[in-house]
């Protein structure tokens, strides 16, 4: 069993930042894809940025240049660092590992940018 705990979300004006961090345990190969989605109101959830243990990157055409996505392999974590914010980034964010054909989501953390 895989267990991810995300933190980091919140609430903030646009223009501004967050990072979000999401830690993962249990049962995890080391090879493996962590990142993140989100989910808009009324839109379907939606990759933002992905990361595998071998450094290869993915990022949504929406935030490339704004967010940054990183890892801890030693430490079983994904972090995402958010700048330059704007309303239409708002939604509830997910953190995911897809490990030996299997994902994982965690619970999911509220990321509201006022305008």
């Known amino acids: 069993q895989v267990q991810l705990v995300e933190s980091g979300g919140g609430l903030v004006q646009a223009g501004g930042s967050l990072r979000l961090s999401c830690a993962a345990s249990?049962?995890?190969?080391?090879?493996?894809?962590m990142g993140w989605y989100r989910q808009a109101p009324g839109k379907q959830r939606e990759l933002v940025a992905r990361?595998?243990?071998?450094?290869?990157?993915n990022y949504a055409e929406s935030v490339k240049g704004r967010f940054t996505i990183s890892r801890d392999n030693a430490k079983n974590t994904v972090y995402l660092q958010m700048n330059s914010l704007e309303p239409e980034d708002t939604a509830v964010y997910y953190c995911?590992?897809?490990?030996?054909?299997?994902?994982?989501w965690g619970q999911g953390t509220q990321v509201t940018v006022s305008s």
């Open positions: 995911n590992v897809f490990s030996l054909n299997k994902n994982y």
């Open positions: 249990g049962s995890i190969f080391s090879v493996n894809t």
């Open positions: 990361m595998s243990s071998g450094g290869n990157m």
